[in-house]
C-alpha cells in the first residue's frame, strides 16, 4: 500500500481553531489523502460537532490525524505530580474525542510541556514522562489510536531532541501503541545525519512530518529530499507523510512557531492552493 501524504491545517491559518470541514474539502480536492490538525481543538467540540467532522472526511475520503504540543501547565514530565496527573486526565480526554472520531494517530511535543521548562533536569523529567506514558498507552490501546513521540528541536523540548533519544523512550514505555514521530525541519537541526536517523528510528517509525530548512515547502530549501526519501523507502516505511509547513507570520501559529518574517509573498487563498498543490506533487515524485 501506498504511503498516504497529508497536509497540517495551519498551512492555511494562523490560528489553532479554524474551520475544519472547509480545510477537509479544501484538502481532498487538492488530493492529499490526510489532514492534520491540532488535537486540543477537539476538547471544545460536542459529540455533534465530532460526528459531523467525522462525516466530511469520510465523505471526501480523507483521513483526520492529530497533533498537539502540549500546554506546559498538563506536563507529563513536571516534577509536580498534581500536574502530571492533570495532563494525564487531559490527554486521556483528548484521546477520548480523537477516539470518538475513530482518529488513529496522535502525536507531538504530546510527552512533555511544549518548549524549553525552567528546571531542566531532563533525566528525573524523563523518568516521570515514560511512568505517564505507560499510563496512557493503556488508554490509546483501547481506544486504537497510536502515540507518536516527535522528537523536536532544542528549543521546543529538552526530553527528545533526536531519533536515538526517541528510540531510547519508546523501548522504556515499552507499548505496541507508542512509536516515534520524526520531522525535518527539527533533525535538520539537530541529527548529524537525516539518513541515519531515519534508519535509527526504522521499525519504531508511526509518523512523518515534513518541511523544509526554514519550514517552507518541501523543495523549496536546502533539505536533500533524495536522502531523506530514500531512507524512508529501505527502511520500508509504509505510514503517514504530513506536510507540515508554517508560512505566515501572525496570529496564536506565528508567535508559537517563531514565524517573523513571511515566507511566501503572495498570502492570497489562491496562492496558497497553489502551494498546497505544488506541494503534493513534489511528493508524488517520490511516492
Ligand atoms: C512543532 O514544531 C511541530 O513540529 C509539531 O508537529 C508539534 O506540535
Ligand atoms: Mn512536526
Not at 185 to 190: K, L
Amino acid at each position: 500500500m501506498a504511503n498516504k501524504l497529508g497536509i497540517f491545517v495551519n498551512f492555511w491559518e494562523n490560528t489553532w481553531k479554524v474551520d475544519l470541514k472547509k480545510y477537509i474539502a479544501k484538502a481532498a480536492k487538492i488530493g492529499y489523502d490526510v489532514l492534520e490538525f491540532q488535537a486540543q481543538a477537539l476538547l471544545d467540540m460536542s459529540d455533534t460537532a465530532l460526528a459531523e467532522i467525522k462525516a466530511a472526511a469520510t465523505d471526501a475520503g480523507l483521513e483526520l490525524t492529530y497533533s498537539l504540543g502540549l500546554d506546559p501547565a498538563y506536563d507529563i514530565s513536571s516534577p509536580d505530580i498534581a500536574v502530571r496527573e492533570g495532563g494525564i486526565r487531559y490527554l486521556t480526554d483528548i484521546m477520548k474525542q480523537i477516539g470518538k472520531m475513530e482518529g488513529r494517530l496522535l502525536s507531538g511535543v504530546s510527552y512533555a510541556g511544549w518548549g524549553v521548562p525552567a528546571d531542566g533536569d531532563k533525566a528525573k523529567r524523563l523518568a516521570h514522562s515514560i511512568n505517564s506514558m505507560k499510563i496512557l498507552s493503556k488508554t490509546a490501546g483501547e481506544l486504537g489510536i497510536t502515540y507518536g513521540i516527535e522528537a523536536v528541536n532544542r528549543f521546543e523540548g529538552i526530553l527528545i531532541n533526536t531519533a536515538a533519544e526517541a528510540r531510547a523512550y519508546v523501548e522504556a514505555v515499552g507499548s505496541p501503541h507508542v512509536g516515534i514521530l520524526l520531522d525535518t525541519y527539527h533533525m535538520n537541526i539537530e541529527e548529524g545525519s537525516i539518513g541515519d536517523a531515519i534508519r535509527t528510528a526504522g521499525d519504531l517509525l508511526v509518523g512523518f512530518h515534513v518541511g523544509e530548512n526554514n519550514r517552507t515547502c518541501p523543495g523549496r530549501g536546502h533539505l536533500d529530499w533524495d536522502e531523506i526519501f530514500g531512507a524512508l523507502k529501505e527502511i520500508g516505511y509504509r505510514g503517514r507523510i504530513v506536510a507540515e509547513p508554517f508560512l505566515m507570520t501572525g496570529g496564536e501559529v506565528g508567535k508559537d512557531i517563531y514565524v517573523w518574517r513571511d515566507l511566501i509573498d503572495n498570502k492570497s487563498e489562491a496562492a496558497l492552493d497553489n502551494e498546497a498543490a505544488y506541494m503534493l506533487s513534489f511528493m508524488k515524485k517520490y511516492f
